[in-house]
């Protein structure tokens, strides 16, 4: 009987605790959840900023665009316009994600005013391996995305980096991470063009 009477002792303190510090966890993240936020948004923008050059103000676009992830599962996108201090567009920024190596990989990719040409792509969060995978976040990986064509993009083994193109030079040692940001950005991309095209977003007859 004592042993029961230990036993149930022991584990009204075990719940009383994890409610405690369940309780204390809840409060903490409601406390410091629009400070994150925050900074991710500002994160965001400053990166955009950096890829399309001379944007003031990100408009969220209203119309919905929904795409379907490479998981098979339906997710929407928010796009956002991005504008110059005289009012003119600039480009086009979204933010997107997909499986990695280590873990989701979280990008903000750009396209230029026509959704024509990508003008480059930034790590929002990733955990992929130091010394290999994390080289997706290097200017000479990177730079191969500015200017190449805003559709289906492909990895290749080996080439030139420097020639801008559909083809993308996978990173050596680290196979994988390329090819995810690859398939993370050519399946979005498309599926958000093709959406906007039809929702008379973007096109050569639309008045700016």
Known sequence: MLKIK?????????IVASFCF??????????LSPRIEQNKTNKRNRLVGALLPGTKDFI????EITIESLRGKKEKIEVYQA??????????????AGPG????????VAVDK???????FDVLASN????????????YYRDQFKGAPAEQLNL????????????????????ISSEAVVEIISNSITQIKDQMHEKELIGNDRQE
């Open 60 to 63: 969220p676009l209203e119309t």
């Open 6 to 14: 230990h036993f149930i002792q022991q584990s009204w303190l075990l």
């Open 114 to 120: 026509d959704f024509e040409k990508l003008s480059g």
């Open 22 to 31: 369940g309780l204390l966890i809840a409060v903490t993240d409601a406390a």
């Open 83 to 96: 504008m110059s201090e005289s009012g003119k567009c600039v480009g086009w920024s979204f933010n997107v």
């Open 156 to 175: 290749v083994p080996s080439g030139d980096p420097k020639k801008i193109d559909d083809e993308i030079v996978a990173i050596s040692g680290a196979t």
């Open 101 to 108: 190596f280590a873990d989701k990989i979280e990008l903000v």
């Open 128 to 139: 992929e391996t130091p010394g290999f995978g994390d080289q997706i976040k290097c200017d």
